[in-house]
């Protein structure tokens, strides 16, 4: 058996190195000759024709003109990070996967998070599913779990995904709308698929307006098979759970932050790991035994339907840190070719039909993106242990093999690349007894397609309720077809008929007159509000706080402040009225960091206005300052203001909160002191108020212009 070395958390950084390559000393052609001039073509003179002899001038805008590789049909936009996993303990009892069974060992993964719909130059902030594919570098080999920010999806056989795809991309006659699904030939897919409603559901909701890649759930959607040394299997589902908690912007929010900085996701990982701030999720498993396969009132085949946690509690197993970023976006990011046809021994299929649809088709699509079957042998891509077979030739070989013979079982190699049996790491297929006449037709256990689609509604919070209600506003306001909409109502009424009443109202439309029965379940894990609550420490660590100054301002209190934020592990950043740096009363040059020209309340987590008359003087002044304490209240962020900082926020008018009149007051997540003899006391306040994200009882949030 070959002997290689033992995987670690730098072993996938190590087979990169291979490939890295700085910049040369010279320029040369692809063929290593050096190059004297790059900015002139060879001509017949000075202002003569071209030659076709400059084979520099044709090797260069040959390149360029291959340069662009087809995007993915969905997921094309997206972003990667490299880190590691680490199991909590061996999970021999349920396992044999070798990664999940030492907890010294930290495992090398690669992640790309990503939208669905838009193509790759759209913005990150459209309301979308967040892809979250998660590739294990294992010393069995690689092992991708290809999911979701949300646990369902929208079709239960695979052989509707065209269907699917062609109704969520813009309409083929103009390619309107961009990244996003309100149109007519999605709602019109969707009214007439009633198993697309539990997705539909998760849709509208907060969870498809992510505050950051770092503060989302993932999932791997299907339900898989753990497999033990003894053969035993077991269903299992995964959960990944940011440890910074899962937080949402809002739909207003979430449009504006697309249009003032449209990579805001990608930067905001970005920027989170060169400051330190790593990415960290618990993965957690759902398993069920295979004799409680039949024991639920769903199937756990069907991927339009969760578990709830409730009936299958979730184990927490192991820690993914996110630690380094990418060297070259397209060779790492771009390249990376995630397929859940990827596993290992230890883990294995079930028989959902969607999974199944989905282990052919990643593969597929990999060669016609990547033009080769030796995709594979990309950096990105290869294992970080050994692999060898008799697959050949092909586009792009990189290798080259030695051997004379390409074939199994063969004498003339010594039998090699020889067989592994199970007990030297082979991978054998779990034995699944099956029967059953040839046919196409769909199990009659996936039938029920409203029950979980109404427990998630009946999970909510009324603040999530208010949003999911104003998103089905957006997106059937955008349908032009009557019938369409009505067809989308009657789905709505088999949900719940308060939903749907309040969905036909903003639409000026009736609601259908039978009331639907609503079970009245819950599942608290289904709400984003109800997790934040139950978390059991609040933070604000890599949180992004605005400080609006100006000339004049009170130095004391804007360091004062700053320093705290910076305790707790936030970012607290200098807005201005202009670049460079302001003076602070006491004749202090303070940097600033942004303006109000490239700068935006969306852009942050909180705000906060120290005194200084001269500042708050010139603040007043600027339009753009008032606008952004009222953008962020009517956010439902936090606020805070200092002594004469508390007149800026008395200008913009924030409906609802009374301000400090004297000493610390906090209300509504608005923290102000108009004598700002304790900062710890205010700074204390703040922080406390930034912890809990958004307050969502600003009921007159509404009234402020902004």
Same mark, same amino acid.
């Given at each position: 058996m070959t002997e290689h070395n033992p995987i670690n958390e730098q072993s996938k950084q190590k087979d990169l190195d291979s490939s890295r390559q700085e910049a040369g000393e010279y320029l040369t052609t692809n063929q290593g000759v050096r190059v004297s001039n790059t900015n002139d073509s060879l001509k017949a003179g000075s202002r003569g024709p071209t030659l076709i002899e400059d084979f520099h001038f044709r090797e260069k805008l040959a390149h360029l003109d291959r340069e662009r590789i087809p995007e993915r049909v969905v997921h094309a936009r997206g972003a990667g990070v490299h880190g590691y996993f680490q199991p909590y303990e061996s999970l021999a009892e349920y396992t044999k996967a070798k990664f999940l069974q030492d907890p010294s060992v930290k495992t090398p993964v690669f992640v790309r998070f990503s939208t669905v719909v838009g193509f790759r130059g759209s913005a990150d902030t459209a309301r979308d599913v967040r892809g979250f594919s998660v590739r294990f570098y294992t010393e069995d080999g690689n092992y991708d779990i290809v999911g979701n920010n949300i646990p369902v999806f929208f079709i239960q056989d695979a052989i509707k995904f065209p269907d699917l795809v062609h109704a969520l991309k813009p309409e083929p006659h103009n390619e309107i709308p961009q990244a996003g699904t309100a149109h007519d030939n999605f709602w019109d897919f969707i009214s007439l698929m009633p198993e697309s409603m539990h997705m539909i559901m998760w849709i509208l909701s907060d969870r498809t307006l992510p505050r950051s890649y770092r503060m989302m759930q993932g999932f791997g959607i299907h339900t898989f098979r753990f497999v033990n040394e003894q053969g035993k299997a077991r269903f299992v589902k995964f959960h990944w759970k940011p440890i910074l908690g899962v937080h949402s912007m809002v739909w207003d929010e979430a449009q504006k932050a697309g249009g003032k900085d449209p990579d805001f996701h990608r930067r905001d990982l970005g920027d989170a790991i060169e400051m330190?701030?790593?990415?960290?999720?618990?993965?957690?498993?759902?398993?069920?035994?295979?004799?409680?396969?039949?024991?639920?009132?769903?199937? @756990?085949?069907? *991927?339009?339907?969760?578990?709830?946690?409730?009936?299958?509690?979730?184990? +927490? @197993?192991?820690?993914?840190?996110? /630690?380094? /970023?990418?060297? /070259? !976006?397209?060779?790492?990011?771009?390249?990376?070719?995630? =397929?859940?046809? /990827?596993?290992? +021994?230890?883990?294995?299929?079930?028989?959902?039909?969607?999974?199944?649809?989905? &282990?052919?088709? !990643?593969?597929?699509?990999?060669?016609?993106?990547?033009?080769?079957?030796?995709?594979?042998?990309?950096? &990105?891509?290869? +294992?970080?242990?050994?692999?060898?077979?008799?697959?050949?030739?092909?586009v792009m070989q990189y290798k080259i093999p030695t051997s004379k013979v390409n074939y199994y079982p063969n004498s003339l190699g010594n039998g090699c690349p020889m067989t592994a049996p199970e007990n030297l790491g082979g991978f054998v297929s779990y034995q699944e007894r099956m029967e059953g006449n040839k046919i196409r037709e769909r199990s009659p256990s996936f039938q029920d397609h409203f029950s979980q689609a109404t427990l998630f509604w009946n999970s909510l919070s009324d603040p999530e309720k208010e949003h999911l209600v104003k998103a089905a506003h957006f997106e059937l306001g955008k349908v032009m077809n009557p019938a369409v909409k009505e067809r989308m109502l009657e789905l709505f009424n088999s949900v719940d008929h308060q939903l749907v009443t309040r969905i036909a109202e903003g639409l000026g439309l009736p609601a259908p007159t039978e009331v639907t029965p609503n079970h009245g379940q819950k599942s608290p894990a289904l709400s984003i509000q109800t997790m =934040?609550?139950?978390? +059991?420490?609040?933070?604000?660590?890599?949180?992004?706080?605005?400080?609006?100054?100006?000339?004049?301002?009170?130095?004391?209190?804007?360091? %004062?402040?700053?320093?705290?934020?910076? =305790?707790?592990?936030?970012?607290?950043?200098?807005? %201005?009225?202009?670049?460079?740096?302001?003076?602070?009363?006491?004749?202090?040059? @303070?940097?600033?960091?942004? $303006?109000?020209? $490239?700068?935006?309340?969306?852009?942050?987590?909180?705000?906060?206005?120290?005194?200084?008359?001269? *500042? @708050?003087?010139?603040?007043?002044?600027?339009?753009? %300052?008032?606008?952004?304490?009222?953008?962020?209240?009517?956010?439902?962020?936090?606020?805070? %203001?200092? *002594?004469?900082?508390?007149?800026?926020? *008395?200008m913009a008018n924030l409906e609802g909160v009374k301000l400090s009149q004297d000493g610390v007051r906090s209300e509504m997540g608005v923290v102000t002191c108009r004598q700002a003899s304790d900062l710890k006391s205010i700074a204390d306040d703040f922080i406390n108020a930034i912890a809990q994200h958004r307050y969502w009882m600003r009921f007159q949030k509404e009234m402020v212009p902004a």
């Open positions: 330190g701030d790593y990415p960290e999720f618990e993965l957690g498993v759902q398993i069920v035994e295979e004799e409680d396969e039949f024991k639920f009132d769903f199937d @756990i085949l069907d *991927s339009t339907k969760l578990i709830p946690e409730e009936l299958v509690p979730v184990k +927490p @197993i192991g820690k993914m840190v996110l /630690n380094r /970023n990418p060297d /070259n !976006y397209f060779a790492e990011t771009e390249q990376v070719a995630f =397929q859940p046809a /990827n596993i290992v +021994p230890g883990i294995d299929f079930s028989d959902d039909p969607l999974l199944q649809g989905r &282990i052919f088709s !990643y593969a597929d699509t990999q060669v016609h993106r990547l033009g080769s079957a030796n995709y594979t042998d990309l950096p &990105i891509n290869r +294992p970080v242990c050994p692999f060898d077979n008799n697959q050949r030739d092909g =934040q609550e139950l978390m +059991p420490e609040k933070t604000i660590k890599s949180r992004r706080i605005a400080i609006l100054a100006a000339d004049g301002v009170n130095a004391q209190e804007l360091g %004062a402040l700053q320093q705290a934020l910076m =305790q707790q592990g936030a970012h607290a950043k200098v807005v %201005a009225t202009h670049g460079g740096k302001i003076k602070g009363d006491d004749g202090q040059e @303070i940097p600033v960091e942004m $303006t109000f020209v $490239t700068a935006a309340s969306v852009m942050f987590d909180a705000v906060y206005v120290p005194g200084g008359a001269q *500042s @708050i003087k010139m603040l007043k002044q600027q339009g753009e %300052a008032v606008h952004f304490i009222n953008e962020a209240f009517k956010h439902c962020k936090a606020i805070a %203001a200092t *002594s004469e900082g508390v007149e800026l926020l *008395s």
